[in-house]
């Protein structure tokens, strides 16, 4: 039912307080409507926008913020399935946004297949939306940080963040969450393929998925080689040594150790402070990146500026043009 | 002698044909006049240092362009010394630039310590030039590039830079060359503090240092376990596999295999196509920079511009106001 609020577009302004005292009451209607507000690229509907995330600001900030990455056929929805029920079981109210960098080019999304995530969409205590990725140039374009500020206002207590983790999503993912998991599959080979070389440095835990049957073995084997490895790596700086987990969605082995590992980082930092400044750091980055995508579209809002963009960025792969030279015939 | 005039900010404007006729005739001279004209932050200057670039633009991308990272300590300076004299008995005509993070802050740059490269500074083969790293807001501004370019111009067939891979430095490097080495310390722990997460797998291949004396055992440990490690990283996308080698600088130990190593790579980046790739879009994202650096100074070189910036920070940090809050303030 939410879906037909979601796309309509034609839907008249409210006030702020509608929205913010719908969210405020977790009315999951409002919450949807709200968030379709946030994503919309009118420029009219911003500073209804802005007044209804201020309105929720003092709300907002309590939740546990979770990344879950992976590459595709790593089992990402399968495994958040699981873990969601595991999480809600507990009394956790759950809100799973999943960062979709599919859905500016098909106009489709990761959760367009309904198949996805069948239990918990039907789960009273959880929430599933797709955060659309957009081409803003000069970086992504989303509004998963406001939305995930919505769904903490609206009671949910713990959020995870999807990403199929091509591109850019993974770092987006990243600047996100308090916690950032990488799941894996066993064996070192075909699967690590498409995954973007530097992601595995920035992860808080890895954990090996479809750890059951004949693949148990391999399972512990990749645990034990990547346990290794990550004791190679630089310190992450906050005293926390990222440490690899397996599990399997079909079993459910490994969910409570995940939850158990994730409280017990939340834990580490929570005390020594990494939480709070990641978290402003974030806020810093996200300040500044909000900054660069308004002057963006300042001057990519020019009429023709993006195709004599695309020509110039073609003389200049070819060599035929210093990029100093091109940049200097952009800006006339 | 060169530095008197890298210094003298009061040289007198020449023409194009002066510095770019000096480059090809390979005059040293002239070479560090047209570096410190790429390098001046005088817009005045900018047409100039650009028509300089653009004659000598079919003269550059014929050097092989390495690149050298590793923590404080790991020994670079000393390595390059060694290296760089292996090339150049070799009959190579060497120009090392430094990319130097340090010398926006203290005015001073890493090669301002007259001991380090001794023998190399001394080298007729040999070109040692820091490259200042400015402080552009929004990114790194600096002229490494083009001061590679005016050297490849100036007959220097092996570009060496070296970064002190702190900050962002690394990643600015790993955008300049074709091939990254990361030097490593025998022994995974306290050298790493203060290594990038995510560096490693940028490596296109890692070299123990100080494999030498009591040291080699540790070091061939370490060789060993890197290995290992980095079978278990995601594929380059190139059909390379970065290798572990060791070296020492006291005995010479290593240095033609990591030579003999970066012309494999080399050979097999040029057939399989991914070294004219990894050139190309090096060049797009140069561009980008360059368009992003000006963007940025117009908007930041507004009076009273940064100091409203580091206050709406500050407010940001301490959650006190909306980063689109903020944006919209600073915008008006």
């Known amino acids: ?13 409210l006030s702020p307080d509608y929205y913010i005292t719908g969210i405020l009451a977790h009315d999951r209607l409002v919450l949807s409507q709200a968030i379709t507000l946030v994503e919309s690229q009118l420029a009219a509907d911003y500073p209804l926008a802005q007044a209804v995330l201020d309105g929720v600001l003092a709300h907002t900030g309590n939740s546990m913020r979770i ?3 992976g590459v595709p056929g790593v089992g990402k929805s399968t495994f958040i399935e699981v873990f969601g029920q595991h999480l809600t079981a507990q009394g956790h109210q759950l809100a799973v946004l999943a960062l979709d960098p599919t859905s500016q080019r098909s106009g489709g999304s990761l959760l367009g297949d309904k ?5 918990l969409s039907m789960n009273p205590s959880a929430y599933i939306r797709p955060s659309p990725v957009g081409n803003a140039l000069g970086g992504i374009g989303h509004r998963t940080r406001e939305t995930m500020l919505l769904c903490e206002a609206a ?6 963040i999807e990403t ?8 987006v993912v990243y600047e996100l969450v308090d916690f950032f998991l990488l799941l894996m599959l066993a064996g070192a080979g075909d699967e690590l393929q498409g995954m973007k070389r530097g992601i595995m440095e920035l992860a808080d835990a890895l954990a090996i998925t479809k750890a059951d049957g004949d693949n148990g073995p391999a399972a512990n084997r990749a645990q034990f080689e ?3 490895a990550l004791h190679l790596f630089p310190p992450t700086g906050t005293g926390w040594q990222p440490p690899v987990l397996t599990c399997s969605a079909l079993t459910n082995a490994g969910m409570a150790d995940v939850w158990q590992l994730i409280q017990e980082h939340q834990k580490l930092t929570t005390q020594n402070g990494h939480r709070a400044q990641r978290r402003q750091s974030q806020q810093v980055n996200w300040f500044r990146e909000l900054l660069r995508q308004r002057l963006d579209g ?15 960025e073609n003389r200049v792969r070819q060599g035929e043009i210093l990029p100093g030279k091109a940049v200097g015939e952009l800006l006339g």
């Open 226 to 228: 990547y346990q290794n």
């Open 164 to 171: 199929v983790g091509v591109g850019q999503s993974e770092t």
């Open 155 to 160: 009671g949910f207590d713990i959020i995870l």
């Open 115 to 119: 198949t996805r995530m069948e239990n």
């Open 1 to 13: 039912m939410r879906g037909k609020f979601d796309c309509f577009n034609m839907r008249q302004r």
């Open 67 to 69: 990344g879950i990455t």
């Open 298 to 312: 300042q001057f990519f809002g020019q009429p023709g500026i993006r195709n004599r963009m695309n020509d110039l």
